[in-house]
Every structure is written in structure tokens, then in C-alpha cells.
């Protein structure tokens, strides 16, 4: 992949007086990064209309979401209107696992891509080190008479650290005698994972953030009450670490155009998009904002639309669904070593895939655009045949090469996107008071088209303590497979009619949701045979390599 000295830079000041951002809200980290005050967005009034970025089922064969993103923000720049793309930070566990980074690629990057996939602003390390400030806190209150009554066998709160390493999933801590507490089980999340992460992209200010760093449950008394971080006198502390993190990082793409890159929460764990505060920045700034979420249709855009949204005042005005040949030929029955080769039968049984992702769309009264992300080993008469059915949906269509040709590539994409969005009749699936369990059933009936919702009884158990503590009606965020649209990876397509299984609840209570395992849930990944790490090293020039 084209590192950042392949693009002309322009200095990020310049950037930031394009969009009249005054000085003084401006931190510099270099020449190209800088962080932009969330204090600034007490002088913006939203003006743009927000664009949301989603896909089908995600495929190992990889579907091109953040390059769509960016490829389309800088074509809406190009016909003459202002726009700002809004993503995640990537986290180092994927830079140097298989995922690799996460700023885009061929002629559609965020830059400068070295820094923003390695350390950037040191977002993620204080998001660590404020987690773990308060995993320190429970240990030493514990040794120190336990006054609060902690049941250390229903402790909640993890460590946290952001790289894959498996071996740390399930630890022991306290090992050595007296003097280092009192041993018992513990294991550690990668930080994107961490509610303090989810917290920190929900945050209105500092006040909100200390607010609910201040109400997450790091576990339960032995008489079966939550034990908050207010409880342990340390969400001043937190706040502190993070007075900086909360601020937006302000780059550019390839070709100039802003870009706010901020925060970096899960898609499954937790709700899988940048931070409130520089989406809401973005739409003061600009006349279109193109905001990203994790995986697909079913996990972030469903999270985005119902909860992130709402919490946020945010009306969206227009979805993508990125689909490609190669994903929707492997939904079809396909071999992934196989998919280069042209087979319209697999890729007719793949697009009932799509179709559920566009059906569900809809069902938020928003109007639906499918981006065709176009590889090199597409047939003509593939694209072609997948644009046709794609437009006998009555849903509009373009073919996107920002990869090869930069905002070119997808100005297509963009008239429409400018032309049909429209957020007049958006509207979430339901109530956000509404009963977990009433969440549930439908999200499972109308997103993953489930006929019958099962609940364990370790779900049933856990679900009657969270309502009996008064969390009862939070809003919910489901962690399933991002394989499937049901909770089995092993269903690919678009399967339908079966029961749908909750396994048991976790309560992230600052972050305001609960969240409904519906499968296996990895907070720690683990590193490959080879992964990407043994790829990437440093010249004496200190110019890097193999980092993508």
C-alpha cells in the first residue's frame, strides 16, 4: 500500500482554516495531525446532512467499507460541496495481526497513514491507562479491607491492553504473597473492547464523561448490589487521563479533504463507530458528513440507527451498503481461492444476501444507495448482472473505483448520494425504554429474521438482576457473529426461520447500554502463525515498511 510520502500533504493548519476552525481549538502533533477542542462545538450549529456507511456480511474476502468511505467523501468535495469523512481509530492488534490498518488504501487514504495506524495522538494508550488505573483500584481496595464488600468472584472489570495476545485472556493476578493482594481470576480485554473506549465516543464534555466513567459496574456485592467507580472515588482520575483524548483528530485524505479520526469502540462488544463529538463537529463544518460503522448492516448500522443516533440528537439522512462481487459469490456457496473466477449462478444465490442487508435498511425510513466496490478480477458481466438486480429493487446503484482512481472513481456514487439524501422520515425500530426483552424479540425478527428468540438460563439469570438494579429498560447492543445475519457463523446467505439464541447479559452501565451475547464474544484476539507483524520493519532512514 502507498504510504503517506507517495501524496502531497498539504500542512494541517491549512486544512483546518479551510474549514474556519480558529486557532486557538487547534493542537498540533506535527505538521499533519492536529486535535481540534471539543470545546469548539459550543460555537457550531449542525448544517450537514450525515451520510452512514455500512455493508453486507462481511467475507474474508474483504469488502473495501473504509475505502468506499473515504473514495465518497472526497467525490462529494469534488462536485463542488463540503464534506468531512468520519472513522475509527485503528487499534494495534489488527496493525500487526491479520487485519492490517485501517486508514483506506490505493487512492483512498487518511494520511499520514504511518502515524495514524501506529501511536497518532495517544488516544488508545490513555483509553488503556485509564482502564487500568481503575483495575488497580479495585485490587488495592480489596487488600486494603475491602470496604465496599466486593464479591472477587464477581468482578466484571478486566485489564486492558491493545494487541492480540491470547495467552492473557484468563490470568491470575496477586500471585507472590501478602504483600501483592489476594490471587484470584482475572484476564484482559484489547482496549477497543474497553467500555472506557465505548464511554469515550459517547461523551457529550468532560462533565458527560466523568458522569459515566463515574456509573460503570466494575462488579457486584455479596449481597448482590453493583459496585460503581463512583464507589471507588477514582472517575476524577479517569476524566483527567482522557481530558485530552476526548478531543477529535483533525487529518486529510489523498487528496486534501478533512478527515476526523476518533476513537475506536467494537462493533460487537459495544456500538462500533467514531466518536459522537466529531460527527457532531463534522456536521457544523460541513455540507455532508460520511461517517463509517463496524461490519455489517445487522451490527453497526443497526447500533448507529438505534442507538448511537438517538443518544446523539443525530438525524442521518442516507445509507450505503457496500457489497461486492467476490463477498456476494462466497455468500453463493463459493471457495474463497475460487473467487476470481466468473460464476453468475453463485453470484445470483449471493445477492439474496444484500437483500436482506437493503430490506433492513429501509425499515428505518431512510433512503438506501449500494456501492459496488469494484476488484480487478471482476467480470464486466458480473458488475453488470448485480447492478440489474440491484436496480429491479427499486434501490439505486453505482459502481465505486475510488481504490484505483480516487475521487473519480466514485463520483457516480456521490450525485446520487447528494441527490436521494434525505433524513425527512428516518426513524429507529423502537423505543429506547421499551423492555430488553421487547428489543430483543424485535431486532431478532426484523434484523436477523429469526423466528423464535430462546434465553438461557444464564441469560435469564442475568437479565432478573439487571432488572431488579434498574437497568431493565437500557438500550440494548447485540454481540453476535459478524459472519452471519443470525448468531451462527456457519449460516451464510441469507438464512431465515430459526431460533436465536441469548446466552446472558453484560451491563455497561456508563457507556448507558446492555449488552446480549448471542455467541462466542473475543475481547482479546490472539496472533496468527504469521501475522502481520513479522511483515513490518524500519530502514536506517527510518522510512517504514510493510505496514498497510
Known amino acids: 500500500m502507498a504510504g503517506s510520502s507517495t501524496f502531497q500533504l498539504k500542512p494541517i493548519r491549512k486544512i483546518a482554516e479551510a474549514l474556519s476552525i480558529p486557532p486557538e481549538y487547534l493542537k498540533f502533533y506535527g505538521d499533519h495531525v492536529a486535535k481540534v477542542s471539543h470545546k469548539l462545538l ?148 484489547i482496549t477497543a473492547a474497553s467500555e472506557i473506549m465505548a464511554i469515550l465516543c459517547l461523551a457529550k464534555d468532560l462533565q458527560d464523561l466523568k458522569k459515566r466513567v463515574g456509573e460503570v459496574v466494575i462488579g457486584w456485592t455479596r449481597t448482590n448490589k453493583p459496585v460503581r467507580v463512583f464507589d471507588l472515588k477514582v472517575q476524577g482520575s479517569v476524566a483527567v487521563l482522557l481530558k485530552d483524548a476526548l478531543n477529535p483528530n483533525l487529518v486529510q485524505t489523498s487528496e ?57 440528537g443525530f438525524k442521518p439522512s442516507l445509507i450505503v451498503i457496500v457489497a461486492t462481487v467476490r463477498a456476494l459469490k462466497y455468500h453463493g456457496g463459493m471457495n474463497l481461492k475460487e473467487l476470481g473466477t466468473p460464476n453468475i449462478e453463485a453470484l445470483h444465490r449471493g445477492i439474496e444476501n444484500l437483500k436482506v442487508h437493503i430490506e433492513n435498511m429501509r425499515k428505518y425510513g431512510l433512503p438506501v444507495v449500494v456501492a459496488v466496490n469494484r476488484f480487478d478480477t471482476d467480470a464486466p458481466q458480473e458488475i453488470e448482472f448485480l447492478c440489474e438486480k440491484v436496480e429491479k429493487l427499486n434501490v439505486a446503484v453505482a459502481v465505486n473505483e475510488a481504490f484505483a482512481k480516487g475521487s473519480e472513481g466514485a463520483l457516480d456514487l456521490a450525485r446520487k448520494v447528494v441527490q436521494l439524501a434525505d433524513g425527512t422520515n428516518y426513524r429507529p425500530l423502537f423505543d429506547a425504554s421499551e423492555p ?13 429474521r429469526a423466528k423464535d428468540v430462546a434465553f438461557t438460563k444464564d441469560a435469564e439469570e442475568s437479565l432478573e ?22 448468531d451462527d457463523p456457519a449460516k451464510l446467505g441469507a438464512p431465515r426461520d430459526y431460533t436465536f439464541t441469548v446466552r446472558d447479559f453484560l451491563l455497561s452501565a456508563g457507556a448507558g447500554f446492555v449488552v446480549a451475547v448471542c455467541g462466542d464474544i473475543m475481547l482479546m484476539p490472539g496472533l496468527g502463525k504469521k501475522p502481520n507483524a513479522v511483515n513490518i520493519d524500519i530502514d536506517p532512514d527510518g522510512n517504514i515498511i510493510g505496514l498497510f
Open 42 to 189: 459550543n460555537h457550531l450549529e449542525p448544517k450537514g446532512k450525515l451520510i452512514v456507511v455500512t455493508a453486507m456480511t462481511p467475507t474474508p474476502a474483504g469488502e473495501g467499507k473504509t475505502t468506499t468511505s473515504i473514495g465518497l467523501s472526497m467525490a462529494i468535495n469534488k462536485l463542488g460541496y463540503s464534506s468531512i469523512v468520519t472513522l475509527r481509530e485503528p487499534s494495534l492488534g489488527p496493525v500487526f495481526g491479520i487485519k492490517g490498518g485501517a486508514t483506506g488504501g490505493g487512492k483512498a487514504q487518511v494520511l499520514p497513514m504511518e502515524d495514524i495506524n501506529l501511536h497518532f495522538t495517544g488516544d488508545i494508550h490513555a483509553v488503556t491507562s485509564a482502564h487500568n488505573l481503575i483495575s488497580a483500584m479495585i485490587d488495592a481496595h480489596i487488600k486494603f479491607g475491602n470496604e465496599l464488600d466486593i464479591d472477587v468472584t464477581r468482578i466484571s472489570w478486566p485489564r486492558a491492553m491493545d494487541m492480540n495476545d491470547r495467552a492473557l485472556r484468563q490470568i491470575i493476578v496477586g500471585l507472590g504473597g501478602h504483600a501483592n493482594g489476594y490471587p484470584r481470576q482475572d484476564g484482559f480485554v
Open 256 to 312: 486534501n479533504t478533512p478527515a476526523f479520526i476518533h476513537g475506536g469502540p467494537f462493533a460487537n462488544i459495544a456500538h462500533g463507530t467514531n466518536s459522537i463529538i466529531a460527527t457532531k463537529m463534522a456536521l457544523g463544518l460541513s455540507d455532508f458528513v460520511v461517517t463509517e460503522t463496524g461490519f455489517g448492516s445487522d451490527l453497526g448500522a443497526e447500533k448507529f440507527l438505534d442507538f448511537v443516533a438517538p443518544t446523539a
Open 436 to 448: 430488553i426483552r421487547k428489543k430483543i424479540d424485535v431486532l431478532a425478527r426484523e434484523i436477523y
Open 465 to 486: 438482576r439487571l432488572e431488579q438494579n434498574g437497568y431493565g429498560n437500557l438500550p440494548v447492543i447485540v454481540a453476535k457473529t459478524q459472519y452471519s445475519i443470525s
